[in-house]
């Protein structure tokens, strides 16, 4: 016989001889395991709560990045040049001179409100009267941008102002008054020819559209008006642009000449960040106020869809610790199982996150369309930055809440594969929590904008689960002690409470998400509705609805007799004079020593003041008395005593047009502003005020089958009636908007507590099918644990809705009382609202998911025992 060689290392290998294959990597495993797990469901609801938490901020960050890159790409326009003096009174003719002598384009703007009159060719036809945003403007308006108008042939983009004699009108007017191209309209004492319809200007403002729709005209017409007179509150603008250097150079010579009440905004050199001018400051803060606001709805869904990642987390955990423990007696070491986990669960969350950022792109297009009136400008398209930041802030979540839970799987010991008595690896449950808790506080800190807002949105979001959650907990303890002492013959009943209780844990979880998601959208809708209620109902029947202002003290008695004729009664007529605090105690009033925001836009303008020898009937004194004749002393208003830390006393000097006043405060007033009468932060002892400059203003009540509003203005041509009826339902229609973007918002919180619900009760499946084979075998009918369990998730949901409701209707009143000053009511019928929508959502989240429970066979049961 023939030997054989041993084999060369260059000869084959002999077969039973071959190389050991190289196990796989963790990169390899990990794909592998997220297929599989992916395939058997394992990992969607993980999935599932990561795209809901993106979804929902990139939505907010989607429509907050078109807003802003609007504004910046628009800023000159917006603002109305590259920098812009604004003032309540005519710009100094210093400034507009060294602009002009430096090379600088300027343009002067005068804006407020007046009557617009149109009149018919029937002298005896009384004619139609509307209230307008009257803008005047030089003839180098504008500076930036174009206007665009609309005359009798064609839509044309324009960069002049209208002509002398002409205006330019917004289409309202024109349907509202019934005029066109070539017709005439009355401001004042001035008959303008309106030669176009003014469909966009570049300053309109951005954020929240104006109210009253605009009359544009020449700044030579308006002395013709007569409109400028005493006690008119017009905001003058100096708009200046140019050379970027040159207009540098012109802000810092101008800024150590600025006098109380005049500021100055710019558009900044580099990187096209802007500054607001009057008219668009308020808005643009409150438009960033509104989208930090939408940004923190956002990320309470967000937060609340991270429950659900934390116990789809602990599910797989459940369900992976065999497998894991094969792999660790075929050799898989710690390293490698983990590096495959992260592999899986950072493939998972980046898919799931990239679904979420192309959901909330798809949201956001809906959510602007429900605010598509309050916004002015045209909006680019978003970068890149909404989807970035929303998927940081998932991986945030994911790594917060679910990761402690996964990384147990390293710790799964290979003696599981033999013994599956052993005890299933625990996370250090404080080690769980505050990294839980370090996630959940800096998103909010980050997605509020600053520390203490974040902190206090999140305190608040913490403590309202804390709350439902204790409250939950003694239902369910309540719910153990009556079903204990059912009949035997309430069988589902039984069950269903009895069932409630033994699964203590993941009920609470389930009440408190849904109650969450349900008490946000509750509280908006008590809040739109039952606040508006309860100040409508505040208003006694006689309240007034109109205001009239810019009356002359040589029209007073021609007005009243005016109201007698047309069969009203006459009116009191109140003086208002305009004054400017300049000191307090003999010390000046400087702007930048006061902190609050609030106090320095009140010291910065022109005060309403007002003089008369008793105190108005619907003014409660609280402190001091009113002055006796002769005596020199003011009154002042208790919420601005508390702005602007006075005390009984305290010397108030006030500019009256270049004249000085002084007086001690004698008497605190606290204000009926629901009463809609005519109110003044303070009033002095007549007559301390009788030789300044004055306008009256009154407010009374038109029936509204008799509105003499135009005859009125007719024949006071520079009065300004003011409907208020009108204006509430304007504002209304505008909260109603904004309402309906922040509820549409919060409809992630609502989806993202469902997803926790079914994510709780998935966890509970295998006990479930457990326990309900047992039961059958024990001689319970699929028809008596089908009813049982219909009735946990009714009563799930319903304690979670009726939590929810208490909430918000309890909230809602305290809003109402002790920040909108209103008699605002408990609703008990948000109670029941509650109470059906959390059964309803409950009962249709959970049964399609317990669908399986009762079929499995009792015998599969007990030889599973």
Known sequence: MTAIPPSSPSSPAVAGNAAPRRPPGFLHLGLRDAWRDWRGGELRALALAVLIAVAALACVGFAADRIRLALETQAAQLLGGDAVLSADHPPPPALSDAARAAGLATAEVAQFPSMALAHDEDPAVDPRGLLVSLKAVSGGYPLRGGLQVKDEQATATLTRPPAPGSVWID????????????????????????????????DRGAGFGMLAPRVLMRLEDLPATGLVVPGARVGWRLLVAGDAATVHDWLDAARPQLARGESLNAIAAAGGDSASGEGNGAANIGMDRAQRYLGLAALSGAVLASVAMALGARRFVERRIDSVAVLRCLGATRPLVLGALLVEIGLVGLLAGLAGVAAGYVAHLALMQSVVSLITVSLPAPTVWPALKALAAGAVLLAGFALPALLRLGEVSPLRALRRELAVPQAPVLATLGLAAVAYAALMVWFAGGVKLGLMVAGGLAVALALFAGLAWLALRAAAAVGARLRPGNVAWRFALLGMARRTGPTVVQITALALGLFALLLL????GDLIDSWRRTLPPDAPNRFVINLQPDQTDAFNAALVRNGLPAQELQPMIRGRLIAINDTPVRLDDWADDRARRLLDREFNLSERDDAPAHNQIVAGQWAAPGVASASVEAGLMERLHLKMGDRLRF????????APIGSVRKLDWNSMRVNFFVMFRAPLLADMPRSYITAFRMPEDRDIGPKLAAEFLNITIIDTGALVRQIGAMVD?????????????V???LLVLQVAIGATLDERMSEAGLLRALGATRSQLGRAQALELLLTGGLAGLLAALAA?????????????????????????????????????GAWLMRGVLSKPPLDTLRAG
Do not use: N, Y
């Open 171 to 202: 289409p309202q007017i024109a349907t509202s008054l019934d005029v066109k191209p070539g017709d005439r309209i009355t401001l004042g004492d001035a008959k303008l020819t309106v030669s176009g319809l003014l469909l966009l200007e570049p």
């Open 525 to 528: 809708g008590i809040t739109r």
């Open 655 to 662: 500019d009256i047009g270049g004249q000085q006043v002084e």
């Open 737 to 749: 908007q904004l309402v309906a973007a922040v509820q549409f918002l919060f409809a992630f919180t």
């Open 751 to 753: 989806v993202a507590g």
């Open 809 to 845: 209707a309890g909230m809602a009143v305290g809003l109402g009382r002790a920040v909108f000053d209103l008699d605002a009511r408990f609703q008990p019928g948000a109670v029941g609202v509650g109470v059906a929508a959390g059964a309803v959502l409950a009962f249709a989240a």
